[in-house]
């Protein structure tokens, strides 16, 4: 054998003895052949022992921890460890991951500051620098971002747009488009944008915001952004319109899509991945034993729910009282579809702009029939109200929610159908600290007694669209007061807000109520920042 290929051979030799035994836990994840995996794929049975064991009192602690090992060497060691007499599940769980990191745990609030100087200085705790590549669950992302806090420490789709109304106000166009841009990277690379930039959102989506966050971009930097973005939200839009060219009367619903008695297509929320939510796993499993459907059935209901972003409401209830009658997939709803001809819009605009004139037509004829289907199946005569569609019993929910304000939000009512919305918004919606979700009250977080910002401000934006100027300052001016109530008292923006008893706190869910909070701030620092009206 040649001198040179022995001395070749030797070099690799030593390299690779220096490398095995002391491979670091950086380097380790770069030989992660698991990492794309939800943690429950991944880990299988110790994933199982944890979460049902309550390791943690959260469930989704353990989804975010971050393994110091390779995967199939953490199994090795469990299918040992799980064995022997004095084994402990916490230990051997802290021995081999690293716990989620508590990003604002030692930040103090000053209260003698304003409510408007309080959220300036979040921004930079909510800020994450652009990740590195993790061995996690988390999916790296490009550009900063800012995540809502509390247990959320990753980014969030729908609430991104809100925090971003709040860096509108604030002149943080930077940050707008580093986060536009990280939504587009996540478009580019998974053919959508997950839930969050978690592993285990890979199933879903939530409510489709993006074109709104263009606008934005617009705003600030003119119609020139569109060409940037409309390779974006041309893969945006196939998302959720993938199936629609097979639906048939005979197989009317596929994945996202739904053809109507008419032939008329429009949109529901789905999970890709009937299965038990990773981060919430020993909450569904307790849940479907009580059920007497198919589990996939309620788990793949459950997890469309996530996707809607109300999770959970009376909205997807058949008896609107009880989780265990969820059945979100029967349901066109009525939010969804008003964002979904907002995206159709602007995507018509952006061919227009790139000079593509046929596809700009085809996108203006298509936003036209969306408008006419969701007026025929959503327009409630009766009530006088926007409602969510049953497509299988054929007729309306009957529950109502501030989701009928999107149409209003979008202008795709008439005058008229705003009066009517605005009359029974004003009496039946509207309470001391602004509006409520719903009508109903059943314990989950997006009914009775709750108010969130994003509906606090669809609502207002909504009903200043039809000149419905005092019950939008009533709404606006109820909101701001009970957020610098809650701050003053306690130092924190809060998630959600009881709106009927201003006294108590919100409630309800799966988890405390979480401070922070990203789209409290965007929302209340964008009220507090505009011109009268």
Same mark, same amino acid.
Request: hydrophobic share 35%; aromatic share 12%; with cysteine.
């Given at each position: 054998?040649?001198?040179?290929?022995?001395?070749?051979? #030797?070099?690799?030799?030593?390299?690779?003895?220096?490398?095995?035994?002391?491979?670091?836990?950086?380097?380790?994840?770069?030989?992660?052949?698991?990492?794309?995996?939800?943690?429950?794929?991944?880990?299988?049975?110790? #994933?199982?022992?944890?979460?049902?064991?309550?390791?943690?009192?959260?469930?989704?602690? !353990?989804?975010?921890?971050?393994?110091? #090992?390779?995967?199939?060497?953490?199994?090795?060691?469990?299918?040992?460890?799980?064995?022997?007499?004095?084994?402990?599940?916490?230990? !051997?769980?802290?021995?081999?991951?690293?716990?989620?990191?508590?990003?604002?745990?030692?930040?103090?609030?000053?209260?003698?500051?304003?409510?408007?100087?309080?959220?300036?200085?979040?921004?930079?705790?909510?800020?994450?620098?652009?990740?590195?590549?993790?061995?996690?669950?988390?999916?790296?992302?490009?550009?900063?971002?800012?995540?809502?806090?509390?247990?959320?420490?990753?980014?969030?789709?729908?609430?991104?747009?809100?925090?971003?109304?709040?860096?509108?106000?604030?002149?943080?166009?930077?940050?707008?488009?580093?986060?536009?841009?990280? !939504?587009?990277?996540?478009?580019?690379?998974?053919?959508?944008?997950?839930?969050?930039?978690?592993?285990? !959102?890979?199933?879903?989506?939530?409510?489709?915001?993006?074109?709104?966050?263009?606008?934005?971009?617009?705003?600030?930097?003119?119609?020139?952004?569109?060409?940037?973005?409309?390779?974006?939200?041309?893969?945006?839009?196939?998302?959720?319109?993938?199936?629609?060219?097979?639906?048939?009367?005979?197989?009317?619903?596929?994945?996202?899509?739904?053809?109507?008695?008419?032939?008329?297509?429009?949109?529901?929320?789905?999970?890709?991945?009937?299965?038990?939510?990773?981060?919430?796993?020993?909450?569904?499993?307790?849940?479907?034993?009580?059920?007497?459907?198919?589990?996939?059935?309620?788990?793949?209901?459950?997890?469309?729910?996530?996707?809607?972003?109300?999770?959970?409401?009376?909205?997807?209830?058949?008896?609107?009282?009880?989780?265990?009658?969820?059945?979100?997939?029967?349901?066109?709803?009525?939010?969804?579809?008003?964002?979904?001809?907002?995206?159709?819009?602007?995507?018509?605009?952006?061919?227009?702009?790139?000079?593509?004139?046929?596809?700009?037509?085809?996108?203006?004829?298509?936003?036209?029939?969306?408008?006419?289907?969701?007026?025929?199946?959503?327009?409630?005569?009766?009530?006088?109200?926007?409602?969510?569609?049953?497509?299988?019993?054929?007729?309306?929910?009957?529950?109502?929610?501030?989701?009928?304000?999107?149409?209003?939000?979008?202008?795709?009512?008439?005058?008229?159908?705003?009066?009517?919305?605005?009359?029974?918004?004003?009496?039946?919606?509207?309470?001391?600290?602004?509006?409520?979700?719903?009508?109903?009250?059943?314990?989950?977080?997006?009914?009775?007694?709750?108010?969130?910002?994003?509906?606090?401000?669809?609502?207002?934006?909504?009903?200043?669209?039809?000149?419905?100027?005092?019950?939008?300052?009533?709404?606006?001016?109820?909101?701001?007061?009970?957020?610098?109530?809650?701050?003053?008292?306690?130092?924190?923006?809060?998630?959600?807000?009881?709106?009927?008893?201003?006294?108590?706190?919100?409630?309800?869910?799966?988890?405390?109520?979480?401070?922070?909070?990203?789209?409290?701030?965007?929302?209340?620092?964008?009220?507090?920042?505009?011109?009268?009206?």
């Amino acid at each position: 054998m040649p001198i040179r290929t022995l001395l070749f051979l #030797f070099v690799l030799f030593v390299f690779s003895c220096k490398q095995d035994p002391a491979i670091t836990a950086s380097n380790k994840a770069i030989a992660e052949t698991k990492a794309d995996l939800s943690p429950d794929e991944r880990y299988g049975e110790l #994933f199982e022992a944890v979460q049902l064991g309550e390791v943690f009192p959260d469930s989704k602690t !353990f989804v975010d921890c971050t393994p110091k #090992f390779v995967t199939d060497e953490i199994l090795k060691k469990y299918k040992v460890a799980k064995s022997t007499p004095d084994f402990d599940l916490k230990s !051997f769980v802290t021995d081999n991951f690293e716990l989620p990191h508590q990003y604002a745990t030692n930040f103090v609030a000053d209260t003698s500051k304003s409510a408007e100087e309080h959220i300036n200085s979040l921004w930079e705790v909510l800020t994450r620098k652009p990740d590195q590549s993790s061995n996690g669950t988390l999916l790296s992302l490009p550009n900063p971002y800012i995540v809502p806090g509390g247990r959320f420490g990753e980014i969030y789709y729908w609430d991104s747009y809100f925090t971003i109304l709040g860096l509108q106000a604030a002149g943080k166009t930077e940050m707008i488009e580093n986060m536009a841009d990280n !939504f587009s990277f996540l478009i580019e690379n998974y053919g959508f944008i997950p839930n969050g930039n978690r592993t285990y !959102f890979l199933g879903r989506s939530q409510p489709p915001f993006y074109s709104l966050i263009v606008k934005v971009l617009e705003e600030e930097k003119g119609a020139d952004v569109l060409k940037k973005y409309l390779p974006f939200l041309e893969k945006e839009y196939a998302f959720w319109m993938k199936g629609a060219e097979a639906l048939s009367s005979e197989q009317n619903a596929i994945s996202r899509v739904v053809r109507l008695e008419d032939g008329s297509i429009l949109n529901r929320y789905w999970d890709d991945k009937p299965e038990a939510r990773p981060e919430s796993y020993k909450e569904d499993v307790l849940l479907v034993k009580n059920i007497e459907r198919p589990e996939a059935d309620v788990y793949r209901d459950i997890r469309a729910a996530c996707e809607s972003g109300w999770d959970f409401s009376s909205r997807w209830f058949h008896d609107g009282h009880y989780l265990a009658t969820v059945h979100t997939t029967d349901i066109i709803p009525v939010d969804l579809n008003a964002l979904l001809y907002h995206l159709e819009v602007m995507l018509g605009k952006a061919y227009g702009q790139a000079g593509k004139e046929k596809e700009s037509d085809q996108l203006k004829e298509r936003s036209s029939l969306r408008k006419a289907a969701l007026q025929k199946y959503c327009w409630d005569k009766k009530q006088g109200y926007f409602q969510d569609y049953d497509f299988i019993k054929r007729d309306f929910t009957g529950i109502l929610s501030l989701a009928g304000v999107y149409p209003l939000y979008m202008e795709m009512a008439t005058d008229a159908q705003a009066n009517s919305c605005a009359k029974i918004i004003g009496e039946q919606f509207l309470k001391p600290g602004g509006v409520v979700s719903t009508l109903n009250e059943t314990g989950q977080q997006w009914d009775a007694p709750n108010g969130w910002a994003p509906l606090q401000w669809m609502t207002i934006k909504g009903m200043r669209n039809y000149e419905q100027d005092a019950l939008a300052n009533s709404i606006k001016d109820r909101w701001v007061a009970l957020n610098r109530k809650v701050y003053k008292n306690t130092g924190k923006m809060v998630e959600k807000y009881n709106v009927q008893d201003t006294t108590l706190l919100a409630g309800g869910g799966e988890y405390p109520v979480q401070d922070g909070f990203g789209w409290t701030n965007g929302i209340l620092l964008k009220l507090l920042l505009e011109k009268k009206e």
